[in-house]
């Protein structure tokens, strides 16, 4: 290549990074102003550095088989702020593929078109609705990146508020909130917070980007009476699996200022387990206890539900190579289950999971018809699930990929499938991941009737996103999703 080509690819990206930071206050300000959320074929474009939103406009090319640039997608966001747009989540990524197909143009005028529904739908004297008050019961790992993803989403349209963590009393009140505060700020898995922390010993608040959190200390539901601290009607979202049935759940129901209970582990009995995306349909008015069902089973299902509507699925068995939890041990040392006294970061642990038996409290036509076991590894987070399935047709590897692909790209489980497609990805690439699972391509096999599938998952954050859904389910905090799926 000659130094005339290398400069003017090195310009080419300048321009690039040039044009992507003037997309950032436009980008904001529909977020802040309409409420509308812009995404890139499902990735938020919000609060997103230069460099990831040419990442993701790069990424583009991997799932449409072109390419799209910031020079692509910046008339349309320009266009945007002048159609005085109603809430809604945009994809721009869906519309600048479509806006270059059609040979570019006017940009408004196509918009008007794309976007009919909430053109001109915009009343700022309206209001946004009620904020919807959020407690965490728990802040480990789970709750601590609820409260991340929580914190980010505050604003605008989202309408949840976190106003609450409860703990457990450690003593000295001060080190505690401190500690708690380094916790949330600093995260080996996850890297550091975004944004700003402050203590209030005196008040006993965390007070992140401007989020003010009270830390209420309680041995038990019954302790706690959150109306004095300012909390009504809200969503205690239990996140310590002590109680996984509707008698221990409903302890938080007995609480004065809580109107619901969400359990982020499998529930028992009656407890309606959701998988956001599958099933989250089935939330009535009256369920005021639900549970979010297991990291994996919401990894899995989303594919499963795929696969049996193309295919049919007559049968199967699903492993599941999971990353090591606090329940485990750091050494050996004595645990009321089988093996998991073994030291968790030095060995690979047989154990059992009943994600397989789960799949049919969300996709009952697939019940009896799955088996599966588990094992744990020694690595911190990300899992994966081996889908190893008889389906009632025919298929190959080709077929298999292209209907997976698109299932990620243009259904309504865009958010919950995700794809790859490369020789080289490992775990660590999918931390932060904000799908339920990631369908690893390259893995995949298919002879015949018999396929089998990789899929990897973030158990920690690609869960906790499938969480705040639910949230925003039974808060009643919707947006409409435009461009319309095609799948």
């Not at 949840?160 to 909130?177: E, F, P, Y």
């Not at 999971?353 to 009952?364: W, Y």
């Not at 590894?377 to 298929?395: F, G, W």
């Amino acid at each position: 290549m000659s130094q005339e080509s290398l400069d003017t690819v090195f310009q080419e990206w300048h321009d690039n990074q040039a044009i992507a930071e003037q997309m950032i206050p436009l980008i904001g300000n529909l977020y802040r102003r309409n409420n509308v959320v812009t995404t890139m074929f499902g990735r938020s474009l919000f609060n997103r550095s230069v460099i990831r939103i040419l990442k993701d406009h790069r990424f583009v090319r991997k799932i449409e088989g072109t390419e799209l640039s910031v020079q692509d997608t910046f008339p349309l966001v320009q266009a945007m702020q002048a159609l005085n747009l109603g809430p809604a989540h945009v994809d721009v990524g869906k519309l600048g593929v479509a806006f270059k197909k059609r040979g570019g143009g006017d940009a408004e005028a196509f918009l008007r078109e794309e976007l009919a529904e909430i053109v001109d739908a915009h009343d700022p004297d309206a209001g946004t609705g009620e904020p919807k008050d959020v407690v965490l019961y728990g802040f480990g790992r789970i709750g601590r990146i609820l409260a991340r993803v929580l914190i980010e989403k505050a604003g605008g349209g989202n309408l949840l508020r976190l106003k609450a963590i409860v703990v457990r009393g450690r003593g000295d009140i001060a080190k505690d909130l401190e500690k708690r505060a380094s916790l949330l700020r600093r995260d080996s898995v996850h890297g550091p917070f975004d944004g700003t922390i402050s203590v209030d010993v005196e008040s006993r608040t965390l007070t992140a980007n401007g989020n003010v959190i009270k830390v209420i200390y309680a041995d038990s539901p019954a302790e706690i009476d959150y109306t004095t601290y300012g909390i009504d009607h809200a969503v205690v979202v239990d996140n310590t699996g002590i109680w996984r049935d509707e008698e221990g759940l409903g302890q938080h129901l007995a609480c004065k200022g809580v109107s619901k209970a969400l359990l982020t582990a499998p529930g028992k009995g009656d407890v309606k387990n959701i998988v956001y995306g599958i099933n989250h349909q089935d939330i009535t008015g009256d369920d005021r206890i639900i549970s979010a069902a297991s990291c994996t089973t919401n990894a899995i299902v989303p594919v499963l539900k795929v696969l049996n509507d193309e295919f049919g699925i007559a049968h199967g068995h699903v492993e599941t190579v999971h990353s090591y939890t606090n329940d485990q041990n750091l050494i050996d040392n004595y645990h009321k289950g089988d093996r998991r006294g073994r030291s968790a970061p030095l060995n690979m642990v047989l154990t059992e999971t009943g994600a397989a038996k789960a799949v049919a409290k969300a996709l009952p036509e697939l019940s009896g018809k799955l088996t599966g076991n588990a094992i744990r590894v020694p690595t911190p987070n990300v899992s994966m699930a081996i889908l190893n399935l008889t389906l009632d047709r025919d298929t190959d590897v080709e077929a298999l990929n292209d209907y997976l692909r698109r299932m990620s790209i243009g259904s309504d489980y865009q958010k919950q499938i995700d794809f790859v497609d490369s020789p080289e990805v490992v775990s660590t690439d999918f931390v932060g991941n904000r799908h339920a699972g990631i369908v690893d391509a390259q893995a995949t096999i298919a002879n015949g009737k018999h396929v089998v599938l990789y899929v990897w998952y973030d158990n920690e954050f690609g869960y906790s996103c499938q969480v705040i859904r639910i949230l925003q389910q039974v808060s009643n905090v919707s947006f409409l999703k435009l461009p319309r799926s095609q799948g």
